[in-house]
Each structure stands twice: as C-alpha cells, then as structure tokens.
C-alpha cells in the first residue's frame, strides 16, 4: 500500500504559478513512475506529466514549455511547478504513483487548482 498526499492547490491569476507538492508514504521504496493527472469539470482526467524514477519527465503537449515537474527520490515525493497558467489549467489536480509489481497505480486525493477567467 502507498498513500500520496498533494498539496500546495489553490487560485491564482491568468499568468501566475504553482507548485503542488505530492508525498508518499507506505510502501513508497517500490515506486517506480509518479506523476500529475488533472480533471476539469465533466471531463475526462488526463494526464499532465510524468516522471521515472531515473528522473525523464514526459509532458502533455497543452502544458509543455510552462510546467515542469521533479522529484526527489530521498523524500518520496514528486512536485509539480506550473508557471504561465491558463483558464483552461483549472481543474483537480491528482498525483500518481506506479509500483513495481503492483498492475495498479494508486492516486491521491487531489487538489483544486483554479485561474479564473
């Protein structure tokens, strides 16, 4: 079992940043990738970024360029700084981890990220 815990959510301004945090805990020494998914309202939840455990992010298309994403491998934690954010970034956002040996990802709670328009 792995519990992530995000934070770090909240509203800002068209063109301001963010930096959620996500930390693991629990069987957190058999996390390979983590990343951020994201679900605006009546849609689907896509993802955002991700990151190995070796550190090689991959990004979705809408937010490269503007948002890079990290961990720190010692903390067991993957943080996600969103810069230059849009309207259209509103949504949840949700923390992910893979676990080797485990066919199933787990999440965490989610945070609400809002930039009105």
């Known amino acids: 079992q792995v519990r992530l815990v995000e934070s770090g959510g909240g509203l800002v301004q068209t063109g301001g940043s963010l930096r959620l945090s996500c930390s693991a805990s629990?069987?957190?020494?058999?996390?390979?990738?983590m990343g951020w998914y994201r679900q605006a309202p009546g849609k689907q939840r896509d993802m955002v970024a991700d990151?190995?455990?070796?550190?090689?992010?991959h990004y979705a298309d809408s937010v490269k360029g503007r948002f890079i994403i990290s961990r720190d491998n010692a903390k067991m934690a993957v943080y996600l700084q969103m810069n230059s954010l849009k309207p259209e970034d509103t949504a949840v956002y949700f923390c992910?981890?893979?676990?080797?040996?485990?066919?199933?990802?787990?999440w965490g709670q989610g945070t609400q990220v809002t930039v009105p328009s």
């Open positions: 992910y981890a893979a676990v080797r040996g485990d066919p199933s990802p787990y």
């Open positions: 629990g069987n957190a020494a058999s996390i390979s990738t």
């Open positions: 990151i190995s455990y070796g550190g090689s992010p």
